[in-house]
């Protein structure tokens, strides 16, 4: 898809006004309405702007190391959000005391050249929770493209700093517990909503145009 032409340079880059520019409000209420039916978590998204002089390789698109660390900055906003569960908890996995994460595999999979100017929304989906670790799918959609521009996926383990070893949430019990049971069931409803898109857009086979 050929990126969605603006009047002028300008109105291309108003995604840095304040507020976002409103230009731009329509194609992003439309990404994020498609991102949360495909079961992608809401409060913990966010858009990067495409900043010119920084983010752009020498042929003029976002640099390969730009989506992980668009990716790292959403997960982040994720780790953040286990404050809601983890109450008086949550200053010790941020400041690395008794349990916190730590990131184990991370794979990133670029779909297409993202140029200036541009805004990216980022969203992360839960996929599988298990007792001391979680799979999350991170996705950028490009504004202009209205298009998955790439996809981060990984595990993330919940560790033990002080015994030097992964953390079961589950016998850890209490606030911990209730942040596994909140981190299963955010799968269980993303992975339902993941179906039923999947079910009314069936992928296009091999060789078939874009």
Known sequence: MAPIKFKTQL???????????????????KLVSQALAQGYDEPTMMEHGVVWADDQDPWGHIMNAGFPHYASACNFRLFESFEEHLKDKFQDLMKVRGIGVI????????????SYPDSIIVANRIDEVKP??????????????????AESNGWVVFY???KGKPASLVQAGGVYADLHASLTEKAKVANLKRAKW????PKKPRGAKL
């Not at 108003?14 to 329509?26: E, I, M, N, T």
């Not at 799979?135 to 521009?149: F, G, K, N």
């Not at 999947?198 to 857009?201: C, F, K, Q, S, T």
């Open 11 to 29: 109105e291309a880059s108003s995604y840095h006004a304040p507020g976002g520019g409103d230009l731009y409000k329509p194609l992003r209420e």
């Open 103 to 114: 990131v184990k595999t991370s794979t990133l999979d670029i779909k297409r050249p993202v």
């Open 132 to 149: 001391d670790r979680y799979h999350v799918t991170t996705t950028m959609w490009s504004l202009r493209q209205q298009a998955p521009v």
């Open 160 to 162: 033990d700093y002080s």
């Open 198 to 201: 999947d079910e009314a857009h």
